[in-house]
């Protein structure tokens, strides 16, 4: 009995030291088999939109490194709270992940009651590169300069078109505005290229749209490019001054793309996607789709797009202060 007794006990002890080994294993078996089957890339802006289009080129490829198709949702509105919401409340599990872009470093700015924590909730994985805002309007108006823009905006009553509350495209010309000292009504929309509609119509009167979305219909002279709200030109579009150029200090405004998760994602996940991003990003191929969209390299580790976007919420914040906005 006894001898029997202290077998089972050394069983049982070796099976108990064993137990930490085997779920290390069977967990890294499970991150291996990560992704066994299609997962969802959530878009909290309408197809055609900047991070619709630069989102788009990063997935295709990355959907093909990973070995299973990415479907991508559509689900504006609301700044892009709408679809962020969505992804915030997923199962941390690598299989729904959410394509944003500044707007989401804006949400807690603009939306103080939305659903989730922006700075929590997610794990930022990888920003794709930064996209210039241009400042456009149409040529029928007759304004040739962002000085001349100014200029008849202190003169009158101008209003300009948003993809929505909190977009980047509203951020940025509130920078501008705050910057160049002009009142202008702000038109927000559900998504970039509807705004650009009414503006090319000359309903709204200026934007500051994403080159990526903008730059076929000024190739076609259907807009006219007064500014690019960056600190440098934008290789996309070299003969347009930037904002600070034309004499506005502290107007430029960076537009991010990326990819985020839910925020307790495995690290192994969140790890893998980073380093296949980062493969698809120095594809020849996407290199050579990004340059005509106007698509900059942002090269940043995880770390540093964490802190960025938690820096970003804190200007949003003083932003809407400084600039007296008000949400409805």
Partial sequence: MTIISRR???????????????????????????????IKAV??????????????????????????????????????????ATVAKADPDGYTILINASAHSAAPAAY????????????????????????????????????????????????????GVGSATHWAAERLRLSAGFAATHVPFRGGPEALTEVMTGRVDFMCIGVSSGLAFIQESKLLPLAVCTPKRSAALPNVPTTTESGYADSDYTFWNGL???????????????AEVQKALALPAVQQ????????????????????????????????????????
């Avoid at 099976?15 to 290390?24: D, E, R, T, V, Y």
């Avoid at 994985?125 to 962002?146: D, E, Q, R, W, Y």
């Avoid at 985020?260 to 980073?274: F, M, Q, Y």
């Fill in 112 to 163: 103080p009651g939305v659903s989730y924590d922006t700075a929590n909730d997610f794990a930022a994985v990888a920003s794709f590169g930064s996209v210039p805002n241009v400042c456009v309007i149409s040529p029928a108006k007759g304004i040739k300069t962002l000085q001349e823009l100014v200029a008849a905006a202190k003169g009158g009553t101008f209003t300009f078109a948003s993809a």
């Fill in 43 to 84: 878009i909290p802006f309408t197809a055609g939109s900047t991070v619709d289009i630069v989102g788009r080129l990063v997935l295709e490829p990355l959907g093909a490194q990973l070995g299973q198709p990415i479907v991508v949702e559509n689900r504006g509105g609301a700044g892009g709270t709408i679809g962020s």
């Fill in 260 to 274: 985020l998760v839910p925020a307790k994602t495995p690290r192994e996940i969140v790890d893998r996607l980073h």
């Fill in 8 to 38: 089972h006990f050394m069983g049982a002890s070796a099976a108990a030291l064993a137990m930490p080994a085997i779920s290390k294993f069977a967990f890294a078996q499970g991150s291996q088999a990560w992704p066994s089957r299609p």
């Fill in 289 to 328: 789709k990004f340059a005509p969209q106007g698509i900059e390299p942002m090269p940043l580790k995880l770390a540093e797009f964490d802190a960025l976007i938690k820096k970003e919420i804190g200007i949003n914040i003083a932003l809407v202060k400084a600039a007296g906005i008000k949400f409805n």
